[in-house]
């Protein structure tokens, strides 16, 4: 192996929590940064229509993808308890299993967003002064759709083995490359959303390239061998397991956020603008928190299939410690420098700046909730209980929110971007309470159980 791992299943464990979750932000920042150099680039030189046209395809792209990067997830998850465990055949079976997943799922994917996006859009009552824009970005999009999802299930299955750097690495040429030829198509060839997303695309299949020749390069089960590529029937089911219901969730999540896009649509393309802008800062906040829900997931996956359940309990005390931390921190931030912010992407409407401060007040700064939530879910995960969060999610964020929509939003009285925002904390504190709540019970039997076959086989 080129890099160093970090050791999941011994050692300090903040200390070793910090140094594998701080390159996993830094490689979603720099996801994100792929998405705010789009937004930033078309607002400084193409104006707030073209900012909107942009924003309003990332809830429609992540219902469509989330399914499968969910995937991704049962592969990692898979990958970090064959490991935990021992069992490095499972390991070789999941990697060669995982990669030719992605590719299948990639194809599907390009044929549904290139022919498919402009009647989602028209779905989501996108304003005609947008979705022409719209719906050239997402079909230029979705034919690089397979890269993104390589990316993402070698990402999984590299940290999984402890290794965070990789994908931090892979990234950063990525994200540079994605800057440089966002200026190139936007500002030389004056190719507007086109080029930002051409850029995007181009950009993510380097990433793809990237991981997938780290994992050809590995001298452990992880290694992956083109000619050993197949579906292992076993670790597909298991990947299906664990990778459907966490998909189904993130798709359900994002029904939940195209239904709220919808709402923010029906205040016009300059509330879009500013509701994009501040949705792409939130996301800093956001890819932070969710990064110690990688963590939460690879730490318990390894640590689960070891049978360390006590060690588990830590590890769910130092994350959802960490979670807090970081995201109330970095949410007071972003709300007190928000105009300051919103200012960077949007230059041509006071008016679309005021409306992204609203969001932030109702979502940026209670967002540390999000992040107890999201780390719960991981920890739940990689005990192997994918199928519990995706019920309790979708009670309480997707039901909650399609409620409040319909009962409350849609009435006249209330029918304002203060009321719709008000239902992201809401949903995040409900859903949190419950997943706990089955996180402590899922532990107590887990000790039962070893310490039933400690008893026994001392007998």
Request: aromatic share 10%; charged share 10%.
């Amino acid at each position: 192996m080129r890099r160093k791992n970090s050791d999941l299943l011994n050692g300090p464990l903040l200390k070793n929590c910090i140094y594998y979750t701080v390159p996993i932000i830094l490689s979603g920042v720099l996801q994100l940064l792929f998405n705010a150099a789009d937004l930033v680039v078309v607002g400084q030189f193409c104006g707030s229509v073209s900012v909107a046209a942009v924003g309003a395809t990332g809830s429609l792209i992540n219902l469509i993808v989330n399914l499968f990067i969910g995937l991704s997830v049962g592969a990692g998850v898979l990958v970090a308890q064959g490991i935990g465990a021992g069992s490095y055949e499972t390991v070789h079976r999941t990697v060669h299993t995982a990669i030719p997943a992605a590719v299948l799922g990639g194809l599907f994917l390009t044929a549904v967003g290139v022919f498919g996006s402009r009647i989602f859009l028209e779905w989501m009552k996108t304003p005609d002064d947008v979705i022409g824009l719209s719906a050239v970005y997402m079909q230029i999009y979705f034919c690089g759709i397979i890269a993104v999802l390589l990316y993402n299930f070698g990402a999984s299955i590299l940290r999984a083995t402890g290794d965070t750097k990789g994908p931090l690495l892979f990234l950063t040429a990525a994200g540079v490359v994605n800057v440089l030829l966002n200026l190139l198509f936007v500002i030389v060839l004056k190719m507007d959303v086109a080029g930002v997303a051409l850029a995007t695309a181009l950009s993510q299949v380097l990433a793809a390239g990237l991981v997938i020749a780290s994992l050809m390069h590995r001298t452990d089960a992880c290694c992956f061998r083109l000619k050993d590529a197949r579906f292992y029937k076993a670790q597909l089911l298991q990947m299906l397991k664990i990778g459907v219901p966490a998909g189904v969730q993130g798709s359900l999540f994002s029904i939940s956020n195209v239904l709220i896009q919808s709402g923010v649509n029906s205040f016009g393309s300059v509330a879009m603008s500013g509701n994009a802008a501040a949705a792409n800062i939130e996301g800093f906040v956001y890819t932070s928190m969710n990064s110690l829900h990688q963590t939460a997931v690879n730490f318990t996956g390894q640590n689960y299939g070891a049978k360390k359940y006590d060690r588990i309990a830590r590890i769910a005390a130092c994350t959802l410690g960490c979670v807090t931390v970081v995201g109330a921190a970095m949410g007071v931030s972003g709300r007190v420098f928000a105009r300051s912010l919103l200012s960077i992407y949007i230059t041509d409407s006071p008016a679309a700046v005021a409306y992204g401060t609203v969001r932030m007040n109702y979502i940026c700064l209670p967002y540390f909730l999000c992040g107890l939530m999201d780390v719960t879910t991981g920890i739940l995960r990689g005990m192997g209980a994918s199928m519990l969060p995706m019920i309790i999610s979708v009670a309480g964020v997707c039901g909650l929110r399609i409620f409040w929509i319909a009962a409350v939003f849609s009435r006249p009285l209330y029918h304002t971007p203060q009321v719709l925002y008000l239902s992201y904390p809401i949903s995040w504190t409900i859903t949190f309470a419950a997943e706990l709540a089955v996180y402590l019970v899922l532990l107590r039997r887990l000790r039962r159980g070893a310490k039933a076959d400690k008893q026994g086989s001392s007998r």
